[in-house]
T-cell receptor, first 114, second 113 residues
Framework: NAGVMQNPRHLVRRRGQEARLRCSPM?????VYWYRQLPEEGLKFMVY????????ESGMPKERFSAEFPKEGPSILRIQQVVRGDSAAYFC????????????FGSGTRLTVV | AQSVTQLGSHVSVSEGALVLLRCNYS??????LFWYVQYPNQGLQLLLK??????LVKGINGFEAEFKKSETSFHLTKPSAHMSDAAEYFC???????????FGQGTRLTINP
């Protein structure tokens, strides 16, 4: 039973390019969450999605960031026109639907903007 | 709004000594509380959780935590540290039934031989 799969593990982008981060939840999990970890900081919630629906995007920056979780395929976190401040580790987590089970996290994508 | 404070961004103990990592939370509603561990360049692994059942919660790798409502605390302990416990530890809180977690800043645990 594979865990939460994120790819790529490392991503380097030049300022102004687009970054696409992918997350495949655990089998049987229909809830996906994205968190961002800036250097020397804890994780900050970005967005919570179910299949084809964004449930809570209160942590998403208002511009350049978007997320989707289509009916088929992985969840995608998309960052347009990246800036140096976007450099961080982006973690995806999934759950079967009830938070008191605890999330299962992926290994993260480390984005570096040069 | 909920928040989590982890006292001590770095904690260092000797191998075999007691590990105590502190976590205090604020929440206007009964919370769920979690401890996660993060090894270098890896994701977070759930150590244990409190979900309004027993106040003393046992987790993996010999860790446990006690929910103290009067102190709004959820400190993590382990009686005897092992070298493999060196990692970053995060405390997190959620509202009961809510999907979003609020994390503390993390505590980096170092084990001295």
């Amino acid at each position: 039973n594979a865990g939460v799969m994120q790819n790529p593990r490392h991503l380097v982008r030049r300022r102004g390019q687009e970054a696409r981060l992918r997350c495949s939840p655990m089998k049987g999990h229909s809830h996906v969450y994205w968190y961002r970890q800036l250097p020397e900081e804890g994780l900050k919630f970005m967005v919570y999605l179910q299949k084809e629906n964004i449930i809570d995007e209160s942590g998403m920056p208002k511009e350049r960031f978007s997320a989707e979780f289509p009916k088929e395929g992985p969840s995608i976190l998309r960052i347009q026109q990246v800036v140096r401040g976007d450099s961080a580790a982006y973690f995806c987590a999934s759950s079967p639907g009830v938070v008191n089970y605890g999330y299962t996290f992926g290994s993260g994508t480390r984005l570096t903007v040069v | 709004a909920q928040s989590v404070t982890q006292l001590g961004s770095h904690v260092s103990v000797s191998e075999g000594a007691l590990v105590l990592l502190r976590c205090n939370y604020s929440s206007s509603v009964p919370p769920y509380l979690f401890w996660y561990v993060q090894y270098p360049n890896q994701g977070l692994q759930l150590l244990l959780k409190y979900t309004s059942a027993a106040t003393l919660v046992k987790g993996i790798n010999g860790f446990e935590a006690e929910f103290k409502k009067s102190e709004t605390s959820f400190h993590l302990t382990k009686p005897s540290a092992h070298m493999s416990d060196a990692a970053e530890y995060f405390c997190a809180v959620s509202e009961q039934g809510a999907q979003k977690l609020v994390f503390g800043q993390g505590t980096r645990l170092t084990i001295n031989p």
